[in-house]
């Protein structure tokens, strides 16, 4: 079995309708435990008390903003390469979900930052490449909304979306690049060496994979509704074109 069979509309629809319960009931019972005992299981900090629990709604919103955008630029390239039109729908479905994502980690963090840096903004470079980051998302939201033609579309958000990566990599990598700058590195990181105690770091892994599986379940949902709604334009084409 090969993983292009997804990529027909008729096998993606079946294969999404059996795991999306699983998914989405996977994803409340994480999301539902890890910030439970995060909020409230968890001790104050001893430098930043309570604040310091933000980190279980910014840390993951951060990561899935930015994982959300390379997710897009997969489905853009499998576009461009092969004309697979899921790919595209997928991308289509996940700037909504990746701009929510953004914006909860712009908010988060400003709430979090002001008692920690005095100030509620800082143009710092992983800040900034995050706020354009964001703004990316908006451009290829609108883009697909003001194309009428779904191939030309699909065309020009991909190319949009290859352009967007560079601020997607900067929001990731730029405390690497760039030592000057109020944001910390990376408080978890898959090769090791976390910042953060177990303490914190337990329900942390909890809810950050509670929110990867909300993010899967929210674009199988939309991604299944931009098919459909593909499926109706048609038939209404058709039958115009018939009558």
């Not at 700037?95 to 930052?113: D, H, K, R, S």
């Not at 903004?121 to 003001?146: K, Q």
């Not at 910390?184 to 090769?191: D, P």
């Not at 909300?214 to 199988?220: A, D, G, N």
């Amino acid at each position: 079995m090969s993983i292009w069979e997804y990529a027909n509309p008729k096998k993606f629809m079946q294969t999404s309708a059996w795991a999306l319960p699983w998914v989405s009931g996977l994803a409340v019972i994480l999301l539902v435990a890890g910030l439970v005992w995060g909020f409230f299981f968890t001790p104050d900090d001893y430098k930043q008390g309570a604040t310091v629990k933000i980190i279980y709604l910014h840390v993951p919103s951060a990561m899935m903003a930015i994982s959300a955008w390379f997710m897009m630029l997969v489905g853009s390239l499998i576009w461009l390469i092969r004309r697979h039109h899921v790919s595209a729908l997928t991308a289509k479905a996940a700037a909504p979900v990746g701009l929510t994502f953004t914006v909860i980690g712009l908010v988060t963090g400003a709430i979090w930052g002001q008692p920690m840096w005095g100030t509620w903004w800082a143009w710092d470079p992983r800040l900034t490449s995050f706020l354009i980051l964001g703004l990316f998302y908006l451009g290829y939201i609108a883009l697909w909304a003001a194309i009428e033609d779904p191939d030309t579309a699909a065309d020009l958000t991909s190319v949009l979306c290859m352009v967007g990566s560079v601020f997607a990599f900067m929001s990731r990598y730029a405390v690497l690049f760039w030592n000057q700058g109020l944001h910390q590195g990376a408080s978890v990181s898959v090769a090791g060496g976390d910042q953060v105690s177990n303490v914190y770091g337990l329900p942390l892994a909890v809810c950050v994979a509670g929110f990867v599986l909300l993010f899967v379940t929210l674009v199988l949902l939309r991604t299944r509704t931009e098919i459909r709604a593909r499926r109706i334009k048609a038939l209404i084409a058709r039958e115009r074109a018939v009558a």
